[in-house]
C-alpha cells in the first residue's frame, strides 16, 4: 500500500538514450511534482501538474517531458540523455490547496539515474 | 544569495545531545515553512509543519519561524541514533505549489 511508488528504482544507460520514468500514487492527490536532487543532495522542482494540468515548469530542458494520463499518474520521459542528468529523481504528491490547510509534499523512493 | 541557505554540515553529536539545525531565507513571501527528513538511499519524509511566526512541537521536535529574522530551526531533544539523517528545510509562498528546499544538513547520531 505504497504511497507515491516510482519504477524504476535504478537506471543505468548510456548517452543518448530516451528513458522513462514512472509514477503513481494512491493518496487521491490532485497535484503532482517531479524533483531533481544532485550529487550534492539539493532538492529542485522540476515540473508540477494539478489535476493532469501543469502548473508548474521550472527551465527544464525540453529534453524533459513530463506527461499525466490521469491524477494518479505522473510519468517523466527523457531524450537524449546526458552526463549531467545524472541524478536522483523524486516523485511526489499533495492535495489541492484549499481543501486540507497542509498541502505538503509526500515524496516517493526516487528513481537513481546513472547516465554513462 | 540564495532563496534558502542551510549549512550541509555534517553535523556530529552523541546520543542524548540537543541539536538545532537552522535555515535562512531571503523571500519575505515566504509564509509554509516544513523540515524534511532523508535516510540514506530513501525519499525526503515530512517531519515539521508550521505555518507562518510562531513555535511547534511533536514529541522530540520542535519548529521555529522567525519570520521578522527570516530564519528557521529545528531543534531536536534527546537525540537518538535513529535520527541519523540528512534534515531539509523547505518553505514555500502562499497560493503556490512550489517548495523551496535548502540544501541539507547531514545529522550522525554517536551511540
Known amino acids: 500500500d505504497t504511497a507515491v511508488s516510482q519504477t524504476p528504482k535504478y537506471l543505468v544507460t548510456q548517452m543518448g538514450n530516451d528513458k522513462s520514468i514512472k509514477c503513481e500514487q494512491n493518496?487521491?492527490?490532485?497535484?503532482m511534482y517531479w524533483y531533481k536532487q544532485d550529487s550534492k543532495k539539493f532538492l529542485k522542482i522540476m515540473f508540477s501538474?494539478?489535476?493532469?494540468?501543469?502548473?508548474i515548469n521550472e527551465t527544464v530542458p525540453n529534453r524533459f517531458s513530463p506527461k499525466s494520463p490521469d491524477k494518479a499518474h505522473l510519468n517523466l520521459h527523457i531524450n537524449s540523455l546526458e552526463l549531467g542528468d545524472s541524478a536522483v529523481y523524486f516523485c511526489?504528491?499533495?492535495?489541492?490547496?484549499?481543501?486540507?490547510?497542509?498541502?505538503?509534499?509526500?515524496f516517493g523512493q526516487g528513481t537513481r539515474l546513472t547516465v554513462v | 544569495q540564495k532563496e534558502v541557505e542551510q549549512d550541509p554540515g555534517p553535523l556530529s553529536v552523541p546520543e542524548g545531545a540537543i541539536v538545532s539545525l537552522n535555515c535562512t531565507y531571503s523571500?519575505?513571501?515566504?509564509?509554509?515553512f516544513m523540515w524534511y527528513r532523508q535516510y540514506s538511499r530513501k525519499g525526503p519524509e515530512l517531519l515539521m509543519y508550521?505555518?507562518?511566526?510562531g513555535n511547534k512541537e511533536d514529541g522530540r521536535f520542535t519548529a521555529q519561524v522567525d519570520k521578522s529574522s527570516k530564519y528557521i530551526s529545528l531543534f531536536i531533544r534527546d537525540s537518538q541514533p535513529s535520527d541519523s539523517a540528512t534534515y531539509l528545510c523547505?518553505?514555500?509562498?502562499?497560493?503556490?505549489?512550489?517548495?523551496?528546499f535548502g540544501k541539507g544538513t547531514k545529522l550522525t547520531v554517536n551511540p
Open positions: 511526489a504528491s499533495s492535495p489541492r490547496r484549499g481543501v486540507v490547510e497542509r498541502t505538503e509534499a509526500f
Open positions: 493518496l487521491g492527490h490532485d497535484t
Open positions: 501538474y494539478n489535476n493532469k494540468e501543469l502548473i
Open positions: 523571500n519575505s513571501a515566504f509564509q509554509y
Open positions: 508550521t505555518y507562518s511566526s
Open positions: 523547505a518553505m514555500r509562498q502562499g497560493g503556490s505549489e512550489k517548495l523551496v
